[in-house]
């Protein structure tokens, strides 16, 4: 399984990097649409939608997409409505999803779980089209960085479970590796990036620490929504498209916690 899990990925990164450096802008913001459409219907689908309603649902989310970009992409980073965008995301995951998931993700919550779904998607496809290519692949790489730590450390140390009514295989030990993983990844991309290491210094450094926490934060709390919606649903996976990890949405679910807040954490910076 691992070595299937592994096989996937390298494809998938591969795939990834091949459609950033060989594609236009405008044909990678098409694919980006047909990515949230996938990860749409397997949405709709753990909130039990027939087939043809989840086929609907993802329909209204690439179309809510493809709208706000050709209204938001043609604008600067920091325009007010994008800005307005990144806030709504930030508020929507530092808020209202601790919030929910303290309370408990339930079957009689499908309805706003059915909205939640575009903020979870449509933010995250518009921050993947908007941001440039070395700003994307930086946010992914927290992002993968903070999930193979949590894991390792997890394995490694794991003792006191962090959310065992919702995925019972995290710990705190695991969180902890993923914050220390994310801010030794963040000082060594300030090193390597010079755009990015001209903006962090003196008290920066601070500003710029916290958000790395902050990142890896967001990344765990995207984790936990998607397998809360998946234990609602009585489910593993929320598919079988990808082998060894499942369906879309358990690949991009940390991702799309964190792209639109990144892209936030970005335009502060001054890097975006």
């Not at 809510?64 to 508020?91: C, D, E, F, I, K």
């Amino acid at each position: 399984m691992f070595a299937v899990r592994a096989l996937t990925a390298a494809v998938l990164l591969a795939a990834l990097l091949a459609a950033l450096l060989l594609l236009a802008r405008e044909v990678f913001a098409a694919l980006v649409a047909l990515i949230a459409a996938l990860g749409a219907r397997e949405w709709a689908r753990l909130l039990g939608l027939t087939a043809g309603r989840a086929l609907g649902y993802a329909f209204a989310c690439a179309l809510a997409y493809v709208l706000l970009a050709l209204w938001l992409l043609p604008q600067a980073s920091a325009s007010p409505p994008r800005l307005g965008l990144w806030l709504l995301a930030v508020l929507f995951w530092g808020v209202v999803v601790p919030t929910w998931l303290a309370r408990g993700v339930t079957q009689g919550a499908r309805g706003r779980l059915a909205a939640a779904g575009f903020m979870v998607l449509v933010p995250a496809a518009l921050a993947m089209a908007a941001l440039a290519s070395g700003m994307l692949l930086a946010l992914l790489g927290l992002v993968w960085i903070a999930d193979t730590a949590a894991y390792l450390a997890g394995r490694a140390f794991g003792r006191r479970k962090l959310a065992p009514s919702i995925s019972p295989g995290k710990t705190w030990e695991g969180v902890a590796g993923a914050m220390l993983a994310s801010l030794a990844y963040a000082i060594i991309l300030a090193a390597w990036w010079p755009e990015l290491g001209r903006r962090v210094t003196g008290v920066v450094w601070l500003a710029y620490l916290a958000g790395a926490v902050i990142l890896c934060a967001t990344s765990i709390l995207g984790d936990l929504f998607e397998s809360a919606l998946k234990r609602q649903a009585g489910v593993k996976d929320s598919g079988s498209l990808l082998p060894g990890h499942g369906g879309v949405l358990d690949r991009i679910d940390s991702a799309t916690a964190v792209l639109p807040v990144g892209a936030l954490f970005l335009v502060c910076l001054g890097v975006a």
